[in-house]
T-cell receptor, first 110, second 115 residues
């Protein structure tokens, strides 16, 4: 079992709809959870982080964390073509190390 | 510039040569991380520093890989006797805090190609 698992996609969503990205992790001791967006040929860009169970909203983005189920998700409302990218889930392991999933490729169709 | 910088952006070398990759973190960031990213995969942890002290090098693939951060700012990742399997994107990140919840910010990466 991989430490951090994501569906590699591609996930195709029509413009204006909600995109839902999911991630599961294996280390119950993980305390910090991050979502990075990576455009093709570019470096990962931090877009959301969540540390407590529940929802955290920032603009069109909502991160959801359920530690009991070891599950974290990212919702993107009113999806735009500019949201088309690979989304990487990252989970803390130990004090500072991050373990990344393989990423989900998201395509927003106009 | 306000972000993490890395140099060179591209490095092509012949098998058996040594290479040094440089990372300059965001000003004031005390922690610095090295990752390696293969195409179609997420970054894979290599090592990290708090100030000048290397805290964890468990991700370094073998003893050909080493890293240092002698003055607690700029860091160098050195690969000795490069092999074709070392070809990858090498990414550096930095964070403001030592522990607890620490958001990491990535640089543009160095694309290493070993011929």
């Amino acid at each position: 079992q991989k430490e951090v698992e994501q569906n590699s996609g591609p996930l195709s969503v029509p413009e204006g709809a909600i995109a839902s990205l999911n991630c599961t992790y294996s280390d119950r001791g993980s305390q910090s959870f991050f979502w990075y967006r990576q455009y093709s040929g570019k470096s990962p860009e931090l877009i959301m982080f969540i540390y407590s169970n529940g929802d955290k909203e920032d603009g069109r983005f909502t991160a959801q964390l359920n530690k009991a189920s070891q599950y974290v998700s990212l919702l993107i409302r009113d999806s735009q073509p500019s949201d088309s990218a690979t989304y990487l889930c990252a989970v803390s392991q130990g004090a500072q190390k991050l373990v990344f999933g393989q990423g989900t490729r998201l395509t927003i169709n106009p | 510039g306000a972000g993490v910088s890395q140099s060179p952006r591209y490095k092509v070398t012949k098998r058996g040569q040594d290479v040094a990759l440089r990372c300059d973190p965001i000003s004031g960031h005390v922690s610095l991380y090295w990752y390696r990213q293969a195409l179609g995969q997420g970054p894979e942890f290599l090592t990290y520093f708090n100030y000048e002290a290397q805290q964890d090098k468990s991700g370094l693939p073998n003893d050909r890989f080493s890293a240092e951060r002698p003055e607690g700012s700029i860091s160098t990742l050195t690969i000795q006797r490069t092999e074709q399997r070392d070809s990858a994107m090498y990414r550096c990140a930095s964070s403001r805090k030592l522990a607890g919840h620490n958001e990491q910010f990535f640089g543009p990466g160095t694309r290493l190609t070993v011929l």
